[in-house]
């Protein structure tokens, strides 16, 4: 129900069942216009009409597989695709074999179709790809390529006619995959390999070895590379067809053979089969002696050569060629053949092995294709899609017996489409509960008659003749037709029909088949029926010394005196395969592809309307329609009705809650078209194609908002989608973050179970490495545990000393272990000149530090000691230093500690250097570039610059908020009068007290040690 709906109306209709106007005349016109659209594909309901192109079409490639797969037949452009897939998809679906039956006249496009159908069923199976269906899939479609070669031949209908009717199962798989095939054969054209019509050729295969052989190949077969040489192959005229390339061709022949397994040495014999029949067709004859006219072979040579490619002897080959042996009332006479008897034996003898041939490569192929030694398992149930793809019907200048089987072939063909069309329909309004119309057609039993009928039809009459003792002739038969078919309206001979001038006395019959009349030349028909080879040329092929050829001629087996049955007659044997071939397809569900010739030059652009006219009646595609159009044109499953057109009502989108049928009756009432439509058991009918042009306009108008819907859907589902792994993933991190965390303060937990108890509070332990995130938090909690430890420590020491801890620690933390006594056990009392221990007067110092604190303001002293210190002069003196809350004074306790200077204020301090060692030597830097170079010193001798140190530091610290800049080395520096100084520590006697003196240059401290 497609083509229009899709393809805009400028190609006309995709169905002819959508015309009009059903009549010839509007049938051509759709037709014409959509060839020369290029639409070569329209459709009768689920018939495919095909019109050949004659040009290639790009309209195969996989984004048109891709456009057909799994599509319903109506849903896309007319196709030979959408067909192909509903073969598949029926046997698939309904787990039932189908057939596609492909028909046409020669050079219609039958065996390209069938080429077709198979790539395209090729493309859409075996999605899991597995090897040995692939396998498969490249036999079938090579084995193409070998049946070609030795079984079609240039004609003047068709550069490429299919000689043998081809009828291929394809075997499937449960799963849908193919897994191998079986290859029908019918009757092989065989006399066109002695004899062809002007403009014809003889098979391909011949002109691929002449052409396609290698020198060596050639030079061993005794051949020469020039079609012209010889007899069998050169009676067409031109050997050449531009359409065809031998050479390439005899290339992909034996590629094929070797993908189809073809034993190399099997492939060999085979073209030199093809080669033996062409120096057959050579061999010449001439009389012995003038009296007997008794054959002799010409070219002793050439004999030779033909024995040595059949491997036979010479004796052998020359006795079969020129001599009958027959038994006789139990005697075996020899008797020899007369020239022309000898020529008639040549010639059947190279007919027969070339045919014999063929059915080998064919039964080799199934041997190939056969499903049960494919390697794919066999389970389940097993379905074939059968492809025929027979030679198309035909009428030549001079038809003889075998366009006579061929064109009763196509009489049986049309025969089972009109029963099986019309048998369809038929049932299917029966089984709908549907009024069925009759519809007048055309039917061509007659014919059929005409020819199969038991005892009076044509063929019983050929083989009555056939069989009667005594020379019987062609002339003989004739007369038996006339005698017994003068009243059948659709046969005519000159007997019969005396002034028709056309038919040729005593040659000439005439048959009105289906698709025009055949004037059947008569002579032959007999010999071809009888279809007879002497059998000495079988014993002489049996006994050849090449496997393959011995295995060709079983029957050769049989010695002369074994009487033989009379074996089947030629026509026979093709009305039963005929027979059975359409009982096969019977069984089957059937499709159909028509296919038709649009001109008789090949040509890609012309649209001979006459001859085109004349197929579409023969082909009874008119009533194919109208059978079609007499009850409904269109019919679909309730289920698939509504789905279809549920958008196109309020009541039935989205979803309908009832029962499929009672939805589609909601969108016909709602569309009003109750008067065109008939309700089916389970299909709705409708019966003019307006109402659903109608139908499908409707749904047009509401796609885009069904797309847009769709898309709003999928986006927001996509979105939604999106949303939901991002939460996943957040929660996921999450989880496994609080994991990490938890099972790292597990370890800490653990790790630190027991630090109340431990001697150092825990800090030996060693902090696990933590997880990235948990870093920051960890440092936290490394500095709460230090202060815990902190407090585990101080919580032992009484309050009023903290202070003095503090000092130490400011100390501790400046020094950087650069000292190594720096009084840290010592209690640190600072004012030590406040102190009778230190300082015997300390009256004047507590009245001196009384008035200079009313002067200068500060409120508390920090430190106080005795000291030596050293000016610029080099001049030692003893001082007291005093280090209050705003600055440094130093004081002369000879002088009632009379300040040597102002006070000196921190600020002026940048920074102080001390020594290492145990002595006590304290540069305290100034900015004004004359330092306070001091030795402390005390009655006690103890060690204080550590306390000094502590003090400047905790008072940067907590004033400046820096560190004190405190430099401790063996060689301080110090600057007296703006110039630098290097101080020496020497040692001296241990009862003096520190003393400094000049040194050189510089200035020696000298440090009783003890
Ligand atoms: N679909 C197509 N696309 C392109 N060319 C085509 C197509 N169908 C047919 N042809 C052309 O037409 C020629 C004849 O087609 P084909 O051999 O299929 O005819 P046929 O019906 O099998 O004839 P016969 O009965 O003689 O075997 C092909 O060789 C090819 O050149
Ligand atoms: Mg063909």
Redesign the pocket.
Known sequence: MAGSVHEGPEFGVGDFVLLHDISLDAFMENLQLRYEKNK?YSYIGEVVV?V??????DIYNQSYVDQYKGREIYERPPHIFALADSAYKTMKRKAKDTCIV?S???????????K?IMRYITAVTNIGGRQEVERVKDVLIKSNVILEAFG?AK?N???????FGKYMDINFDFKGDPIGGHINNYLLEKSRVVYQQKGERNFHAFYQLITGATDPKLAEMKLVRNPDKYHYIRQGGDSKCP?INDQNDYRSVMHAMKTLGFAFKHAETLWKIVAAVLILGNIEYEAQDDVHDLAEVKDKQMLANLAGLIEVTNDDLNKALTHRVIAAGGNVVDKGLTVSDAYYARDAFAKAIYDRMFTWIVKRINEAIDPKSSGVEFVGKNTVIGVL?I??F?IFDNNSFEQFCINYCNEKLQQLFIELVLKQEQEEYMREGIEWQHVDYFNNKVIVDLVEVPHKGILAILDEACLSVGKVTDEMFLTAMSQKLGSNDRYTCRQTNPSDKTLEHKRDFRIKHYAGDVTYSVIGFIDKNRDTLFQDFKRLLYNSEDELIKMMWPEGKLSITETTRRPATAGFNFKNSIIALVDRLATKEPHYVR?I?PNEI?SPSKFDETRCRHQVMYLGLLENVRVRRAGFAFRAQYERFLLRYKMVTKYTWPNYKGSAFDGVKVIIKHMGFEKDVKYGKSKIFIRSPQTLFALEEARDRFMPNIILFIQKMWRGGNARRRARKMRAIYLIMARFRRYKLRSYIKQIVEKFKTVRTMRDYGKSIKWPTPPKVLSGWVTELQKAHNRWRAHMILRKVPKPDWPMLQLKCATHTVLRGQRSDWGMRRRWDGNYLEMAKDNPSTLDFVSKIGSLKSHDGFTRILFSSFCKKVNKHNQCADRAIVVTDKGIYKLDPKKKYKPMRAIIPFQQVHGMTISPDADQLAVIHLTDGNDLVLCLHTPSKEERVGELVGILARYWQKVFHRDLELTVTKQPKCSLGRKSRQIAVKSTAANGGPTFKKDGAQLALFWPST
């Open positions: 070569i095909s050949n192109p004659y040009k290639t079409m492909i046409g006249e020669s050079g219609s496009g039958k065996t390209e179709a069938s077709i079609n004609t209908r068709n550069d490429n006619s299919s000689r359409t793809d030679y198309g035909e296919c010739k090949k």
